[in-house]
């Protein structure tokens, strides 16, 4: 079965500090994964994809096959990354769109 | 912004009722998502929409109805038979070719039931 988990529900770290949200997955095919980010008060939007493992905002994730894992980097927590993150998972060649989404992980940055 | 628009932010209503949410999107995007978001829980698919006229289940859409009349319009109908509807509900779309997996999300709605 296809399933996202991320066994954190809150990661509390002080200002400065790396921060790691894990992600682990279950599909049997070739997936692609995702981080979106939900700010306080706004929508929730797409942090990033693997495919173009890109950086955004100094965030990095490596998606690791052969642990399933797909866990969201940050070596210097900022105050303005508390949030809620959620992995996401898409099937590779269905092309439906759909998304299959963790738990989610709030992400605290103490000052 | 707009992009995708929900509509009301907030709902009240009794038990037994049925109501429906609004959700349009001016994107012109092919493809269209009900998702409930409860804490602990993450996002669970109700229903989505890749065209008009047509429409799949999701992973909990028993109590739940929708339709798709156009493509900007993806309206969501929870009935009196969904045991625990007070949530906060997403509508999210997305085109299906080029950036899979980008899902644009509304601002949501939040339905209490009494």
């Known amino acids: 079965a296809q399933r996202v988990t991320q066994p954190e529900k809150l990661l509390s770290v002080f200002k400065g500090a790396p921060v790691e949200l894990k992600c682990n997955y279950s599909y049997s095919g070739s997936p692609e994964l995702f981080w979106y980010v939900q700010y306080s008060r706004q929508r929730l939007q797409l942090l990033l994809r693997h495919i173009s493992r890109e950086s955004i905002k100094g965030f990095t994730a490596d998606l690791n096959k052969g642990e399933t894992s797909f866990h969201l980097k940050k070596p210097f927590a900022q105050e303005e990354d508390s949030a809620m993150y959620y992995c996401?998972?898409?099937?590779?060649?269905?092309?439906?769109?759909?998304?299959?989404f963790g738990q989610g992980t709030t992400l605290q940055v103490k000052p | 912004d707009g992009g995708i628009t929900q509509s009301p932010k907030y709902l009240f209503r009794k038990e037994g009722q049925n109501v429906t949410l609004s959700c349009e999107q001016n994107l012109n995007h092919d493809a269209m998502y009900w998702y409930r978001q409860d804490p602990g829980q993450g996002l669970r698919l109700i229903y989505y929409?890749?065209?008009?006229?047509?429409?799949q289940k999701g992973d909990i859409a028993e109590g739940y109805s929708v339709s798709r009349e156009k493509k900007e319009s993806f309206p969501l109908t929870v009935t009196s038979a969904q045991k625990n509807p007070t949530a906060f509900y997403l509508c999210?779309?997305?085109?299906?070719?080029?950036?899979?997996?980008?899902?644009?999300f509304g601002p949501g709605t939040r339905l209490t039931v009494t």
């Open positions: 999210a779309s997305s085109t299906l070719q080029g950036a899979r997996g980008e899902q644009y």
């Open positions: 996401a998972l898409s099937g590779g060649s269905s092309n439906t769109g759909k998304l299959i």
């Open positions: 929409s890749q065209i008009v006229n047509d429409f």
